[in-house]
């Protein structure tokens, strides 16, 4: 399966988010394999809340990517 450069960094972008704002931001959700912009998309609003200002970046940056697959 082929996967475009903007997918392989949403997925980078999305384990990141789980290795650095798990205990803070994503503690009740479970992190898949291989994400799509869905999943994605589902994370940025835990970690606009509670991740604090980097958690907000990184969900825009998620959000950015996501319209840009579309």
């Known amino acids: 399966m082929d996967v475009s450069p903007q997918e392989q960094e949403l997925i980078y972008l999305y384990h990141r988010a789980f290795r650095e704002f798990a205990v803070e931001a994503l503690w009740n959700m479970s992190p898949v ?35 840009a697959t579309h």
């Open 33 to 67: 394999k291989q994400p799509t912009a869905a999943d994605a998309l589902a994370i940025t609003a835990a970690l606009r809340t509670h991740g604090g200002m980097e958690g907000r970046r990184l969900a825009e940056h998620i959000e950015s990517l996501c319209r």
